[in-house]
Structures are given as C-alpha cells and as structure tokens.
C-alpha cells in the first residue's frame, strides 16, 4: 500500500513538472524591464530599440534599447522623458535613410519595410 502512494505521489510530482515545463516552453519567456534607467544613452552607441508596454506581458512600460554590442538598456517610456525621444527620432531618421532608394538600388536596410522595431 505504501509503495502504490509513492509511485503515485512521483507520477504526480512528474506530471506536474511535465506541465510546468511544457507551457513555459510554449508560451516562449517574456524578456521584459524590470525597472528603468534616467542615465542618458548616447544615440551613437544605439543600433535599436523596441517599446515596452505593460499590457504585453511586462509589469513597467518602458523603452528597450538594443546597443551596438548587444545590450539591452532599460529607459523610460518615450512620452515620459526628452532624451528618449531624441534617439528614437536619431534611429528611425537612420533607418529611413537606409531604406531609400534610387533607381535599381535594393533597400539597404535591415527593417525597410517594417513600421515596427
């Protein structure tokens, strides 16, 4: 009797797991800021960014920069600070500048096309 208690507390420990395991992996992790940074980013280490919104599965909204090394700088939202607005304006004036095209020229940037960042 005693074993047919622990064999069914571990199918059920394992199932759970099982569970667990199975629906973090379908739902994928949410990469989200935390907290956010007044430090000023200085535009020319910034290749993108991304806005963080609080109704997307994140706690805080905030403005995700992406670096040229790959770091991810948590600031505030764009509506809320100055600064933030000033490299979000730099980037998408950089990244429209790569998508122009003259005659026969393929677009020459990564996000041509795309409204979003």
């Given amino acids: 009797m005693m074993l047919l208690r622990v064999t069914a507390l571990v199918l059920l420990a394992c199932g759970l797991w099982d569970c667990a395991t199975a629906s973090a992996g379908s739902e994928g992790a949410v990469d989200c800021c935390l907290a956010t940074s007044s430090a000023r980013i200085p535009p020319r280490l910034v290749k993108s960014y991304k806005v963080q919104t609080a ?17 991810k700088l948590c600031a505030p939202p764009a509506d809320k600070t100055k600064w933030v607005q000033h490299v979000i304006k730099k980037l998408n004036r950089k990244s ?14 990564k996000n041509c096309g795309n409204s979003r960042h």
């Fill in 55 to 71: 109704g997307e599965g994140c706690r805080v909204d905030a403005t995700l920069f992406i670096t040229k090394r790959n770091k």
């Fill in 96 to 109: 429209a500048a790569g998508c122009r095209r003259g005659k026969n020229q393929k677009p020459r940037g």
